[in-house]
């Protein structure tokens, strides 16, 4: 039981660079999110997917985007890296019924 | 106001020690109230979680005691273990059903000496 798969998990990139971090989740759950965590700031949501084709902005959007093609795949964009964007980022997914996320482990991005 | 204000930011505990910590906050439209556990290099994962129409929830060694008129609530971990020590993140729910989105503190690091 997979549950949720991020790729990479590690990724250095250099300024101005773009990169997608790749989320699948195999169960079958509508709502997706992706949040970035920082020493001491928690976890900021950054966008979420109510389902295949919808998407929203969080509370960090900017610099980011997102795509819902299928209810399994969930990818993130950066568009011209900045060091802000130096975090650990996870994707997570809500069982509906008991409202439980279910993260992945993580990638760790570092912009230089 | 969206924000939950948690903690302390780190703790250390005496194995067989109570580890408590505690979170804030100001918008009485939250309505859920879980606690994540994160381990290094892993994700969060729901550890316990209560609703404001109860004032405490017991699971085993963990409990969440919810004061609705101060808008706080709190986890305590009785007996705490060095298995324990990890990072501890309180969230409430912003909006109602499916459609709403958790709000995290800032987490607090424990850890439990043996």
């Known amino acids: 039981n997979a549950g949720v798969t991020q790729t990479p998990k590690f990724r250095i990139l250099k300024i101005g660079q773009s990169m997608t971090l790749q989320c699948t989740q195999d169960?079958?759950?509508?709502?997706m999110y992706w949040y970035r965590q920082d020493p001491g700031m928690g976890l900021k949501l950054i966008y979420y997917?109510?389902?295949?084709?919808?998407?929203d902005k969080g509370e960090v959007p900017n610099g980011y985007n997102v795509s819902r093609s299928t209810t399994e795949d969930f990818p993130l964009r950066l568009e011209l890296a900045a060091p802000s964007q130096t975090s650990v980022y996870f994707c997570?997914?809500?069982?509906?019924?008991?409202?439980?996320?279910?993260f992945g482990e993580g990638s760790r991005l570092t912009v230089l | 106001q969206q924000q939950v204000k948690q903690s302390p930011q780190s703790l250390i505990v005496q194995k067989g020690g109570i580890s408590i910590i505690n979170c804030a906050y100001e918008?009485?439209?939250?309505?859920?109230f879980p606690w994540y556990q994160q381990f290094p290099g892993k994700g969060p994962a729901l550890l316990i979680a209560?609703?404001?129409?109860?004032s405490e929830k017991k699971e085993g060694r963990f409990t969440i005691s919810f004061n609705k008129s101060a808008k706080q609530f709190s986890l305590h971990i009785m007996d705490s273990q060095p298995g324990d020590s990890a990072t501890y993140f309180c969230?409430?729910?912003?909006?109602?059903?499916?459609?709403?989105?958790?709000?995290f503190g800032q987490g607090t690091t424990l850890q439990v000496k043996p």
């Open positions: 169960m079958n759950h509508n709502y």
């Open positions: 918008n009485t439209a939250f309505d859920y």
């Open positions: 997570a997914s809500k069982d509906s019924n008991t409202g439980e996320l279910f």
């Open positions: 209560i609703r404001p129409d109860v």
């Open positions: 969230a409430a729910l912003l909006g109602s059903g499916n459609t709403g989105k958790l709000i």
């Open positions: 997917s109510v389902g295949a084709g919808i998407t």
